[in-house]
């Protein structure tokens, strides 16, 4: 407005507004409220995201602009589960591989004391060795001396062979108590001999701890040719190991 004594003119402060007047942004001009605020994520849709990576991905996408705190943590828990995935299927992998090579390995040391045991029977069934080449069974050691040609009490052939008996154990024993022998001779066995009263005799007797002892066991020969197969072994044992030795009678 213009005063009519100096001329200057004042605004009113309506003559700055706009006309018609604009309404608050966001303002919804048919019911005139505002649109609803999202005030926090949704707990069951990251859980969600989190177990499904694929259902998170696709929340993210499509909630991003209405709702984007439920898809900033729907996205998020997302990705958290897709790296865990990946550094476990990369344990998962690695431990698999170590495992199968572990697995390999033994089946390869498996099938080498297969092949070494399968050579100890050939040995064993060709008669070139005995089973255990030490002559040691369990606590007690046997060796045969010699197998000697001799007469029974009725003038039938038989042999006459000598052991070396050891007694490793920690009480006092005797040979027929700690072992049990067994002769072959063309894989027959051989009865045990009773013999003349001119033929050198060793009694069995009990011997002590660290005590070595010939002992001479007789038997009725089927033939004087043909070498003889002796089995030692344990006379009271659940294992089947065996002293086998082959000799020739002389």
């Known amino acids: 407005m213009a005063d009519e004594n100096n001329n200057q003119y004042y605004t009113s402060p309506q003559d700055n507004q706009t006309y018609p007047p604009q309404p608050p942004q966001g303002f919804n001009q048919f019911n005139g409220n505002m649109p609803p605020q999202e005030e926090k994520a949704s707990v069951g849709l990251a859980i969600l995201s989190f177990i499904i ?10 909630k991003k602009d209405k709702k984007p705190k439920t898809a900033k943590a729907c996205g998020i828990c997302a990705l958290v589960s897709f790296i865990i995935n990946i550094v476990l299927t990369v344990i998962i992998t690695a431990t698999s591989g170590a495992l199968f090579g572990k697995a390999v390995d033994e089946t390869i040391n498996d099938s080498s004391y297969s ?9 064993k069934a060709e008669g070139g060795s005995s089973a255990k080449s030490d002559n040691v069974i369990g606590d007690y050691k046997c060796v045969v001396k010699e197998a000697k040609l001799c007469k029974d009490y009725a003038g039938k052939d038989a042999v006459l062979i000598t052991y070396e008996f050891t007694n490793n ?13 067994s002769v072959y001779q063309e894989g027959v066995g051989l009865e045990t001999a009773i013999l003349d009263e001119d033929t050198d005799w060793l009694v069995d007797v009990e011997i002590k701890p660290g005590v ?39």
């Open 53 to 62: 990576p694929l259902v998170g991905l696709i929340l993210f996408l499509v």
């Open 115 to 123: 092949e070494e045991y399968d050579d100890k029977v050939d040995a």
């Open 169 to 181: 154990s920690s009480n006092a024993t005797s040979f027929d108590l700690a072992l049990s022998d």
């Open 212 to 250: 070595t002892k010939d002992v001479k066991k007789a038997y009725v020969l089927r033939d004087t040719s043909n070498p003889l197969e002796v089995e030692i072994s344990e006379l009271i044992s659940l294992s089947d190991d065996k002293i086998v030795t082959n000799v020739n009678i002389k």
